[in-house]
């Protein structure tokens, strides 16, 4: 009876990921740690663990997982049907599972990431203060794959006893603000062609950037065919490059870049985007800056 | 010097040299709430906690700062083993108009400093290459740069922490015996950090 999970099977793609490392980007380091940040926060205060512990943040269903020990999970994230040994039971609330039961995560009917905590947090070694996998720097463990067995922590509190959390239910159309900045002067009218198209999520979007398609954005006059020395940026930054179709950084970014950042997602609405499944049609709303 | 907007809870300063960019980190550096300050060539980022009263004191800092004059911060001192047997010496030595001995008794014989880091985890943009040696960077970049591997492009020089495509003139490898330049389990990850001041000692 040991304290682990065991992987017996996963979807497309399935992740340790805890709030990840910033800090660290005059190292090259990106910050990493899960999209959908709120929801893993969710699932740690479910089964009672600090909001920070590690998770597994998982890409369209699919993972199937063995309880060595008894303990108690919880399935955050878009509404998802979950079964324990065959049976099915709710997500956003803590299911026990007893020695040796087996769980299985469903494919989300909206959305695209759900997050799975155990109590006790995965306790997988710590590499630059976070468990987190960064897809980019290959920082932190492997992508889970069968067979893996996953060491679970001490549990250090009880589960909460909340009786409704309504699960999101991601749309196929969102609207996010966009800060324009640091270098929207370069762009030709930046702020109305950002808000005048409506964009589409491509499917070479991943981790490192959510990839939109559209009408190219153009340079401003003087700044065709200009180079930008490499500076940093920031998770949700609004890169342009020289295909003018933008790109918004998610946690796995590298944390510099060539190309100007004709603005910024503010933090609280990244998680939206970390949901976003390809073609997902996207506005961004400009806010113009206040300095 | 430029302040510019970089969401909510960041700003980008924009400034007219690497010295002055050693100098608005090194003013920057202890603002309250203060999560990244990351450095490059000619800007420091510097994000906040979302919030906190540091970012309305960027401004203020600066404008009271004498970047000519930034404090003094101490500095770690580096010395890196390397084997000046890279792939393009001869072509570095050609270009700069000398011999192989010098060009490794130039790029040995100098003291660098570590201006930023970034491209991947560990990579140290180095300044203080002495001029000869300041060359462009291939025509063709190499698909697969071994770890390792240490390069001179422009005014800097700088070691590869792993294997990646790369364009930079190769001059000489990391020895064997040497430390790894970043390595996420060891504590400190990064050999190289922003200041720190570093020398190669040619090995064999």
């Known amino acids: ?291 | 010097m430029r302040l510019r907007r970089c969401g909510p809870d960041a700003v980008l300063v924009e400034v007219g040299s690497l010295a002055e960019v050693a100098a608005v980190r090194a003013v920057l550096a202890g603002l309250p709430g203060l999560v990244d300050l990351v450095p490059a060539a000619r800007t420091v980022l510097a994000s906040f906690e979302p919030g906190s009263p540091g970012l309305r004191q960027v401004r203020d800092v600066l404008a009271r700062a004498d970047l000519s004059a930034p404090p003094a911060v101490v500095a770690a001192e580096v010395t890196l083993p390397v084997v000046y047997e890279g792939p393009d010496l001869d072509l570095v030595a050609q270009t700069a108009g000398l011999t192989v001995d010098e060009v490794v008794a130039l790029h040995s014989g100098a003291v660098y400093t570590v201006a930023f880091c970034g491209f991947a985890p560990g990579f140290a943009y180095l300044t203080g290459l002495p001029e000869p040696l300041q060359q462009s960077r291939l025509d063709t970049p190499r698909t697969r740069v071994p770890t390792g591997s240490v390069g001179v492009a422009g005014e800097f020089t700088g070691i590869y922490p792993r294997s990646s495509p790369g364009g930079w003139r190769l001059v000489a490898r990391l020895a064997d015996h040497a430390d790894a330049l970043f390595d996420p389990a060891r504590e400190p990850a990064a050999l190289l950090s922003p200041g720190d001041r570093v020398r190669f000692e040619a090995a064999t």
Do not use: K
């Open chain 1, 1 to 291: 009876m040991t304290r682990a999970l065991t992987v017996l099977a996963t979807g497309p793609l399935a992740l340790v990921e805890d709030l990840g490392r910033p800090g660290h980007a005059h190292l090259g380091v990106p910050p990493s740690g899960a999209l959908d940040v709120p929801s893993l926060r969710l699932a740690n205060r479910l089964v009672g663990n600090p909001e920070y512990a590690a998770g597994i943040e998982c890409v369209l269903g699919g993972l199937v997982l063995r309880a060595g020990a008894s303990c108690t999970v919880a399935v955050t994230g878009p509404s998802v049907v979950v079964r324990v040994d065959g049976h099915g039971v709710d997500s956003h609330t803590p299911v026990h599972l007893a020695a040796d039961a087996v769980l299985e995560l469903g494919v989300p009917l909206t959305g695209l990431r759900s997050y799975l905590a155990v109590s006790g947090g995965i306790a997988v070694p710590p590499q630059l203060g976070s468990r987190s996998t960064d897809v980019l720097s290959g920082i932190g463990p492997a992508p889970l794959a069968a067979g893996d067995a996953l060491p679970v922590g001490d549990p250090v509190g009880p589960p909460v006893g909340a009786d409704a959390v309504p699960p999101p239910s991601p749309g196929d159309f969102l609207t996010v603000p966009v800060v324009l900045g640091p270098r929207d002067d370069w762009f030709a009218d930046a702020g109305a062609r950002l808000a005048g198209t409506v964009w589409s999520v491509s499917p070479e979007s991943n981790r490192v950037g959510l990839r939109l398609l559209g009408d190219p954005l153009r340079r401003a006059a003087g700044f065709d065919g200009r180079e930008l020395t490499s500076e940093g940026v920031l998770t949700g930054a609004v890169q342009v490059p020289a295909s003018g179709r933008p790109v918004i950084f998610l946690a796995d970014h590298p944390t510099t870049g060539g190309y100007p950042v004709v603005g910024v997602v503010p933090g609280r609405h990244l998680a939206e985007l970390g949901q976003a499944r390809p073609g997902t049609r996207v506005r961004l709303r400009a806010q113009y800056s206040d300095s």
